[in-house]
């Protein structure tokens, strides 16, 4: 079995990256089970910030869509549902998370305090935390993890093109911030229309080459992205070709038309 160290040291990443991970770290704890051995996210993540330096970002995705139903938000008590990886990187004092009250990361390395202290209103706005991965280049990582159901960098491009059968909506809640303090805060989505289905199945097989090294280790994909910009160009290039790329058209009873 290949040491996760191995792995991300054979991935191309290094010093000064600034690197999304998004992960579904299943199959490697079933792989470690299988070989009497216990999987550590910490020895994992501990990899990667050794991979890039201080001198790189980490970003793990930290999600939570409580507030759009409920209102409320607390940056130090809000879990995310994201998984393994995610509620780990939430636990760990040396990253911080992002302001937003619905999209949200946790961020370690060079630019930790300069993305922690970003206040915005748009979740896939040009000033969020998509924008500044767009604007610099950032990569990306997909562990055993498909493109198509994990990307949300996808609505950001959206956004800024206006494709999409979205619309901006507000909601407004209750914020708490790591002082404990609360005040009322709007935040924006681009959110789609109720008669047509997100599928992005049909977009990862034209760009998937374009933009994407594939690593396999211990039955395992790793799939890297290594610009977010080459990322954003193939998606924007795709969707103004095909406007309904990436939807379903829904039947007056909620299903999927044929």
Not at 167 to 195: N, Q, W
Request: include cysteine.
């Amino acid at each position: 079995m290949v040491e996760l160290e191995e792995i991300v040291e054979s991935i191309a990443i290094g010093p000064g990256d600034n690197l999304l991970v998004l992960s579904d770290f299943l199959r490697h704890m079933i792989t470690y089970q299988k070989h009497g051995r216990k999987f550590s996210l910490d020895e994992f993540i501990d990899a990667l910030q050794k991979k890039i330096t201080g001198e790189g970002t980490l970003l793990i995705p930290a999600y939570n869509w409580d507030y759009c139903s409920t209102g409320r938000y607390d940056v130090v008590k809000s879990g995310t549902l994201l998984g393994s990886l995610p509620s780990r990187a939430l636990e760990r004092i040396d990253f911080r998370r992002t302001f937003h009250p619905i999209y949200s990361f946790s961020v370690w390395g060079k630019n930790r305090e300069y993305l922690s202290d970003l206040h915005y209103k748009g979740g896939f706005a040009a000033d969020s935390i998509f924008g500044w991965l767009h604007e610099n280049n950032a990569k990306v990582l997909l562990i055993d993890i498909a493109m198509d159901a994990s990307l949300t960098f996808i609505h950001y491009v959206e956004e800024q093109e206006k494709r999409g059968h979205r619309f901006l909506k507000d909601f407004a809640g209750i914020y708490t911030d790591s002082r404990g303090e609360t005040f009322p805060f709007t935040a924006e989505l681009y959110v789609r229309e109720l008669d047509w289905w997100p599928d992005c199945s049909r977009l990862t097989p034209k760009i998937k080459k374009e933009v994407v090294t594939r690593y396999q280790y211990n039955n395992s994909n790793y799939d890297l992205i290594s610009s977010c910009q080459m990322l954003y160009k193939a998606i924007a290039r795709e969707i103004e070709a095909d406007p309904d790329l990436l939807y379903n058209k829904l039947d007056g009873k909620g299903m999927r038309a044929k």
